[in-house]
């Protein structure tokens, strides 16, 4: 154990541009997943293996790093462009590998490769893909929003750039929130109410905002309306150009990449509630209302997505320059762990229910 402790001394000693590069492990995923399609048989579930096997076991052996870092430092990095590079890269990245698959599809050898490839880039859709058009879509301009839109578009989730924006960082850890897990849920009815209702709330506040702009809601002028046109046509485009059975995998990987996230929702807020003041409203989002993990790999490979509690307490802060928070709620293992563990909901609830317990103490 002493090594990876001083593995961690070491990493935080390094200059600040040589240490920034450990953000460039996030592409090993979709490496690997561009991997998976390449071998054939049991190694199209490299990726896999990968993220939801090595991964969680690494990271139960590095210790988390709860440092952070000083106001100077975090002052500096806000205003670096290298991060928002690193994000926009994965654009081409994730266009890249949804092009071998369809092109490597005759190839597919069997169920297992069949399985293997398509899981493998469903869930490089959702680390790659929504994952960082949700760090992308907080920030303004037409430029970061078209650029989340199109990372959300292979999912076929671009309601998420309303849902998650205007609905769920406004109504997080209430029962009103879908995307917020109840004590006791299952993961896989969770699957089904925050997918449904997230979608049916997208719409409403779409619907609203049209109305408000003077607007018909049946316009292209309402955002749902001009995605729904939009991710119908990307279904066409993929079934013109690669034939029926690829339209078809792309709505599997679809339902993989979007369950993917839903699964990382039920992690981030499971059984955190905030109180009803007399007046009826909720206290403010603070620290303790999202769990957060300071496993390592976690924090790299989902560009610090796992610091969810200050992302929900200050969402304006870019994913480089989030902090750890004492009060904060702690997860076990790291998100890769987490999602794992929450798809065996005894396990799940018998880890987290410690741990709520502690938190109502």
């Known amino acids: 154990m002493k090594i990876f402790h001083i593995f961690g ?14 953000y460039l492990l996030a592409y090993l995923l979709p490496l690997v997943g561009f991997l998976s399609i390449y071998y054939d048989g049991w190694g199209s579930f490299i990726a896999v293996v990968y993220g939801f096997i090595i991964i969680p076991i690494l990271e139960m052996i590095f210790p988390p790093n709860v440092q952070n870092l000083s106001p100077e430092e975090a002052e500096s990095k806000s205003t670096q462009t290298f991060f928002d590079v690193l994000l926009f890269l994965n654009i081409p990245l994730v266009f890249g590998l949804l092009f071998y698959y369809f092109y490597s599809m005759p190839s597919f050898n069997g169920n297992v490769e069949w399985i293997g490839n398509t899981t493998a880039v469903g869930f490089v859709m959702a680390a790659s893909g929504i994952n960082v058009a949700h760090e992308i879509g907080h920030k303004s301009g037409a430029f970061h929003q078209f650029s989340s839109q199109l990372l959300l578009l292979p999912s076929l989730y671009m309601h998420f750039n309303i849902e998650h924006n ?17 004590k006791n849920e299952i993961v896989y009815f969770f699957w089904i109410r925050s997918t449904f209702f997230g979608y049916l709330h997208a ?20 955002k749902m309306v001009l995605f729904t046109l939009i991710q119908a046509l990307f279904l066409l485009c993929i079934y013109y150009f690669f034939g029926p059975m690829a339209s078809l995998m792309m709505l599997v990987m679809a339902t993989i990449s979007f369950l993917t996230l839903e699964t990382i929702n039920y992690v981030e807020h499971y059984g955190l509630l905030r109180k009803k003041k007399p007046s009826g409203q909720y206290e403010r989002v603070t620290k303790k209302h999202s769990w957060n993990s300071d496993h390592i790999l976690g924090r790299i490979m989902l560009y610090e997505l796992t610091r ?27 998100y890769p762990g ?24």
Not at 166 to 182: C, I, N, Q
Not at 214 to 221: D, M, V
Not at 340 to 351: E, G, R, S, T
């Open 338 to 361: 987490s999602i794992v563990l929450a798809l065996i909901p005894p396990l799940w609830f018998k880890v987290m229910h410690k741990r709520l317990d502690q938190l109502a103490v």
């Open 308 to 334: 969810h509690s200050d992302h929900h307490y200050k969402a304006n802060k870019k994913y480089q320059v989030l902090d750890h928070y004492d009060e904060s709620p702690q997860l076990p293992l790291g």
């Open 9 to 22: 001394l070491v990493q935080n000693s390094l200059p600040m541009k040589l240490g920034d590069l450990k």
């Open 203 to 222: 719409w409403e506040i779409s619907n609203k905002l049209a109305k408000k702009a003077g607007h018909s809601i049946f316009s292209l002028q309402n």
């Open 166 to 182: 205007l609905g769920h960082h406004l109504r997080v850890a209430t029962l009103e929130d879908p995307a917020t897990s109840r």
